[in-house]
């Protein structure tokens, strides 16, 4: 029988060793994730890349640079033909074709040429910018990724998407480029910062709800365990996520076909980022998308009534928006409009039949999209109508009913172990909520959060 982690296709390199996630591009092997606890094994990988022999260029962001551009600096010092750094100011407003001009500048200076390599130290931005930059520069030079957030390592850093954004249109201009290696230190999510992580949570559960239902419930699980970031379960989760991308991609590396299932959440989600003025973190943005997509896949009679209200309250025990305030429906409409995933004037909306399958449907109309914008809007009406919706959530009977063994034992025993000292959304409760609207009014009344 096989183990998980045979199943999963990961390679196990003997005890306290790095775990491989080959990746196949045509059918052939092109790149494999290594997971390791530090960044003490990256040297001997890119060794094996040839890169005695070559010159490197990390590239990262001003916020990354200050935790791990010296670290990674000083362990590479010495062992190639030459180690260089760039770091350009941290935030998605930099992730243009400005930056992308400093980067080529930059490696002009220094005197890169093909045969060098680029090293991408950091989140999506930062990842997604250097594989642009490596795909055009000379026509094509390597780079390798070295995801240092939750949402890059489980997304972003894998499948070769890369890209810039354009007058604050999203990943507009891009090229597909696989990276030589993706290096995922999975000890840097514990210090990452808190909406950092929970924002990287949002592709996590998006991962589960288009592809594994079985994921989706361990997830539930162990929610305890990854809110507190334990280290086996955020191993476990991460590779589990990355194994469903890998699947993904290596099926359909160009997005011809199933890829864009991963797109579940992106489209409105993509919206609202931009109208938000990148206010809100990405995974924050895919989760109120996910939350919209789930709305209308229930009017369309995919999901059930229960299901939907059960995927929708599941991001709130992760610090997830479920609702957002001070947006105009028919400026989200318009923008889903210019979404890159458009084709022949139809968006390709990601829908989900039940959880753990998601389908591509063309057929979603501009009202059906209004009645989801509006589901996770929180106007003023329903400020005045829910005001102590804003201080906290308890759990109900049919939520510790979605947990099993010490996990519902916790919750029913405590009743308020996860605590939403600031919760980042409004919460509209509906027929099928998983919270109690009563005991969160008393909370309301007395002033703490539950």
Known sequence: MKTQKERFG????????????????????????VFQQSFDGLLEELQELGASEKKLCIVTDSRVDELYGAQVAELLEGKCRKIVKYAFPAGEENKNLETVKDVYRYLIEEGFDRKDMLLAL????????????????????????IPTTLLAQVDSSIGGKTGVDF?????????????????????????????????????????????????????????????????????????RTCSIKK???????????DRALLNL??????????????ELYHGECVALGTVAAAYISWKKEMLSMEEFYEIRDMFVPFYLPISVDDIDPQEILKLTRSDKKM??????????????????????????????????NFSEEDAHEYPFFKVGEVLNERFVGRLRGEQRETALQL??????????????????????????AVAAEEGTAI
């Open 122 to 145: 950091g989140g999506g931005v930062t990842g997604d910018l250097t594989g642009f930059v490596a795909a055009t520069y000379l026509r094509g030079i390597d780079f390798v990724q």
């Open 247 to 257: 699947m993904v991609v290596e099926k359909d590396p160009t997005e011809q076909g």
């Open 343 to 376: 084709e022949a004037g139809k968006i390709k909306f990601i829908l989900l039949k039940k959880i753990g399958k998601a389908v591509i449907d063309r057929t979603v109309t501009d009202d059906e999209i209004l009645a989801a914008i509006e589901e996770i």
């Open 265 to 278: 959440g992106h489209t409105i989600g993509h919206a609202i980022e931009k109208a938000k003025n990148f």
């Open 10 to 33: 990961i390679k196990p390199e003997g005890e306290n060793m790095a775990q491989r996630l080959p990746v196949l591009y045509n059918k052939k092997p092109c790149y494999d994730i």
């Open 167 to 239: 007058d604050s249109y999203k990943n507009m201009v891009g090229v597909f480029k696989m990276p030589r290696l993706v290096y995922i230190n999975l000890s840097v999510l514990k210090t990452l910062e808190e909406r950092q992580f929970y924002s990287g949570f949002a592709e996590v559960m998006k991962s589960a709800l288009i592809k594994d239902a079985l994921f989706y419930e361990w997830l539930i699980e162990n929610m305890y365990e990854i809110c507190e970031r334990e280290p086996a379960t955020l191993e476990e989760m991460v590779i």
């Open 415 to 440: 009743n308020r172990r996860i605590e939403f000292k600031v919760l980042r959304t409004n919460y509209k409760p509906g027929p099928n909520s998983l919270f109690n609207p009563n005991q969160m």
